[in-house]
């Protein structure tokens, strides 16, 4: 059975930090590229970042750079979002999906994990 497995959210208070990750099973990751989206409540799902198969381009949306910052280890077959200075509108459900190359369309990718809740609050 091939999936995504995400881990890592919780709450946490403004300014702090977290770091997602997700884990395949039943396939090799790093064949893949790896998107993370985010859906707010109210909101439309939007993509965060995308890591290319072997690491080597990374893409963010313009409103989360240098706070967040994406990485990948294909030997432990896990993608990471590592996530400083969260504010409340950060808030979401975080997903990481897979995809052949980085797209900013989510109907493309191929296999989605089933989210992690994030929430910033004091």
């Known amino acids: 059975q091939l999936q995504l497995v995400e881990s890592g959210g919780g709450l946490v208070q403004p300014g702090g930090s977290l770091r997602l990750s997700c884990a395949a099973s039943g396939f090799t990751l790093d064949v893949f590229a790896i998107g993370w989206f985010r859906q707010a409540p109210g909101k439309e799902r939007e993509v965060v970042s995308c890591v290319s198969s072997s690491g080597s381009e990374i893409t963010y949306a313009d409103s989360l750079k240098g706070r967040f910052t994406t990485s990948r280890d294909n030997a432990k077959n896990t993608a990471y979002l590592q996530m400083n200075s969260l504010k409340p509108e950060d808030t979401a459900v975080y997903y990481c999906?897979?995809?052949?190359?980085?797209?900013?369309?989510?109907?493309?990718?191929?296999?989605w994990g089933q989210g992690t809740q994030v929430t910033v609050s004091s």
């Open positions: 999906a897979a995809i052949n190359y980085c797209s900013v369309y989510e109907q493309w990718y191929d296999y």
